[in-house]
């Protein structure tokens, strides 16, 4: 009885955010969908949104192992390169694979490597920890280089993004890639958003803030790490494939390095931690060069701002 | 295995442990500033880079060897400092993740500072070091890299001989060892802090003329710190003992890797070999080999 | 006072033959086997020792705490009080003796089965989880009961649902019986250190356990307070059933709210009984003034 009191008289919150967020939903949807197509410039949606969409997506990613999980991994780049060769291979080896298909085929490669480097994590923490996801970062850009195979036994590595096609219809253009890309983000968040509000999402809090609690009071902590990891790459992944397919086209495996790591690890540092709105905000606002640093993060942003004009 | 490879192998040995005494180089650095205020300071190897780049253009410019060292000393402890000023102590308590990527941002920060003052072109950097190798018994030991190891060894010992015999190394150990205990007898934190930015500062400086004779004054320099991070790990990150035995380590069975086992998986494996290694060693001690085990308190 | 050493040396000498003997103890197996099949012990220890570098922390130590009752460990500071929680509860692994929990008997207690085993716990400084609610901080509490997995949780499967309706009803019910209800949605590293300890209180609670371990619950806080907490830990045993073994630094509130207490003093038990026979214990008494006198001033 006094439950369902206390249900009641949630009701009607719940009701008022919720149009609330249906309005916001309205809203994005008729911005991605029909303003942009419509009215951005080529240059926009080439030069601008088609990065933006894909840095936000690994930092979606990342912000979920490192702001959720509160594992500090600086091997995001890695993942990103694993799940661009991985859909390219698999459009090239498998005859007919719908994009749709490819893409999350390549996810499912990106996670199983995040899944292995993600295993030190069981023993070691925080610094220890950090350091070891580099190995994930040399080590799989090494072996792109090292092994043709895997760019098709181009001399130099570089592969070279596939007819992009949905159910027949090419997303070549501009606006097609930028249509594929701006759906895969838009599905991706909208789990990701649902995953961190779940018990799941809960038990990546619960290991971050205090690990030997959480062991206590029956987290799977191991699992939980693993399983951080894990979804953390496959997102990571298909960012790497927009990335490459849809927007760079060409990419070599020196594409993906440390530099990439770390300014993915800046976007989250600063639009914040565990915020997954804090992702899009950053790399939109770095993009119009806005200088946007809350607190502890002045220094990094600084760093980017320097970054750009020095290079 | 007859003679000559046995030879052989010595050398690259011999050549291997030579080369990790520069990575323990850049270690200490890094050791310094994280036993005393919990740091890892990744724009240890930013510094480097501004330490070789300020001294090779002093000279460059007429400046006397001596005169150049004397002012690229004072301006890393003047780095040190500003850095210790304006970056850590505000961000006092806050988490040593949030301090590290701070550290992170700086080393960017610092890059674009060197580039912007220095320019960007490659230097050379002559110490007036001879590096013809001499024979010893049949093996080829490069003077320079005796030369480097000697120098770090005297630094080492300076460096120990500071912090064990003057009264602000020993404020030094008790920060090391317990930060509220220090404080609570009265000891000046933030003046011991300084200090140890500073000496850092110095290490910087080492490292960078020694590392800028041997591959000339350039950016990539800076990416050394990626040479000391596996070695930190192996040796720990609170040991100064660590730093040089895991910097022997790893350089010896780098060089060794890959003599012997880089033909076969097509070379180039120096990129990543120190942190497999660095990986496996931390999967049976997680707090690597010099570090200390501490018992959780619940 | 030659004499005293001497014999101190001497007692010392054969608590470590005994302890030697406790690593391979037939009788005390016996002993534990026996208590441990006996329906009303919920937790039995048997030749409990532990030691950290060298210094022993805990010598053969044995308890057997029985169904519904509230057993308080005092002691003075580092009498091994919390060291020997951490035992029960898996996080320090003990290097002799054995603990049945329930019927099963472990050298070792695997800490993530704990909750299966039915047991919570809080901890001496605060272990809640600052990033989430009040709320979702008790919901924690019951995740050892969730079987969903993450895809289920996403595309939102009936398993899933019923899993999160069922934690937030059993959640809702511990937030009305702790009166937080006015802070449940607050993000608990918000909350004041005395309801924070509540949180604590209640997502241990929330778990329905069997045995019921604080440590320390009312340290720090004003005797107000402490009153409260000794009325929750009381209404938890006397509506919910749960066994609980309390460690306390203040005797006065120990003596009104346990059952029985245990008193352990330099990593010995050296008294066991109702709080009254306690009280009159001689041992208990020197050791107390003992440490009166020397630092903190507790009296009995």
Known sequence: MAVQALDAARLPVDWAKLVQKL??????????????????????????????????????????????????????????????FGAYNFNLRVEGLPLAVTMILAGISAAGFGVVFGLPSLRLRGFYLAVSTLAAQFFVQWALTKFGWFSNDNPSGVISAPHLAVAGLSLDSATGRYLLSVTTVMVLTALVWRLVNSATGRNFIAVRDNETAARVIGVPVLRTKLLAFAISSFIIGIAGVLWAFTYLRTVEPAGFNLDRSFQILFIIIIGGLASIRGAFWVRRSSLSSRSFCPGSAHSCSAACSIRAFST | MSYYDFLFVIEVLVGGLLSGVMYSLVAIGFVLIYKTSGVLNFAQGSMVLFAALTFVSLVERGIPFALSLLITFAVMVALGFTIERTVLRPLVNRSPMTLFMATLGLSYIIEGAAQLIWGTQVHGLDLGIDDTPFEVGGILISSFD????????????????????????????????????????????????????????????????????????????????????????????????????????????????????????????????????????????????????????? | MIGASLGAAAYERASEISAILAVANPVGDRRLARLSSRPDVVLALSGIGISFGGVKALSDVDLEVEVGEIRAVIGPNGAGKSSLINIISGLYHADRGRIAIGGQSFSRVPASRLARLGVARTFQNLALFGGLSVRNNIACGRVHTRRASFVEHIAGLPRARSEDAGIAE?????????????????LVATLPYGLQKRVELARALVAEPKLLLLDEPMAGMTATEKAEMAGFVRAARDRHGVTIILIEHDIGVVMGLSDRVAVLDYGRKIADGTPAEVRADPAVIRAYIGTAEGENGEDI
């Open chain 2, 146 to 298: 005796l030369l480097a190891a000697a120098i770090a060894a005297a630094m080492v010992a300076g460096l120990s001989a500071f912090f064990y015999w003057t009264r602000i190394g020993l404020a030094f150990r008790a920060v090391a060892d317990d930060q509220f205990a220090a404080l609570a007898v009265g000891l000046r934190l933030p003046r011991i802090w300084g200090t140890v930015w500073t000496a850092a500062g110095f290490v910087a400086l080492v490292a960078g003329l020694l590392w800028g004779a041997r591959l000339g004054v350039r950016f990539s320099l800076s990416l050394i710190v990626l040479k000391a991070l596996p070695v930190l790990v192996l040796g720990a990150f609170d040991s100064i003992l660590g730093a040089i035995v895991g910097g022997l380590i790893i350089g010896a069975s780098e060089k060794l890797a890959e003599v012997y086992l880089g033909p076969f998986v097509g070379g180039g494996i120096e990129g990543w070999f120190a942190y497999a290694l660095a990986l496996v060693v931390l999967l049976v001690r997680p707090s690597g080999l010099f570090g200390q085990k501490t018992v959780e308190r619940v």
């Open chain 1, 23 to 84: 309005a916001l939903a309205t809203a994005l949807f008729v911005v991605a969908y029909g303003v942009v197509p419509a009215y951005a410039s080529g240059y926009l949606v080439e030069a601008i949104l088609l990065p933006f969409l894909a840095l936000s997506l690994a930092a979606v990613g990342l912000n979920l192992l490192t702001g959720y999980c509160g594992q500090l991994s600086l091997g995001s780049s890695a993942f990103m390169a694993v799940g661009a």
């Open chain 3, 170 to 186: 059993k959640t809702d019910q511990i937030v009305a019986f702790l009166h937080l209800e006015s802070v449940a949605d607050r």
